[in-house]
């Protein structure tokens, strides 16, 4: 008889457990920083770079959710602002890319260059954070000369701006 009702108060447990971190994972979804709203934003980019340059069809929507599932405003407008400005955004970073084009660069690094660029072009995000976020996002999956070479373009494009609205 002890034996049963540990067993039931074990399963009680368990199931507590398992809806205590549902909720707290929700929690914490909700309330992602733009750091890691910026990690999954490249994730999608890469996501949709692999899906045309192989023709393969998709719904941007879709990838969004399957990467980012809770509705975020940040997320969609990064995203479908770089889908929309891409020619734009290529042709700048290919203007700053010493003897390379930006096809040349992996999907990943691609991915954030021209995040980086949309967010110092169309966004209000302040420019340092813009260059920095992109820079630790290069860190972890780039190696050092693309990181220094995103760097590079960035500070270009920064300054490029700068000087156009003085």
Known sequence: ?????????????????????????????????R?????????????????????????VEDIIKEVNPIDNEFVKDIVYGVITHIDELDSIANSYLNKWTINRLGNTDQSILRMGIYELLYTNTPDIVVINEAV????????DDV?????????KVYHNKVDHHE
């Open 147 to 155: 990181k220094n070479m995103i760097n590079g373009v960035l500070d």
């Open 35 to 59: 750091s890691e709203l910026r990690k999954n934003i490249m994730t999608i980019l890469y996501q949709i770079n692999v899906y045309d340059s192989n023709k393969v069809e998709y719904n």
């Open 1 to 33: 008889m002890y034996l049963m009702k540990t067993k039931k108060y074990i399963s009680n447990l368990y199931i507590f457990f398992v809806f205590y971190c549902i909720m707290f994972m929700g929690e914490i979804m909700e309330q992602l920083t």
């Open 136 to 143: 630790e996002l290069a860190k972890l999956y780039s190696d």
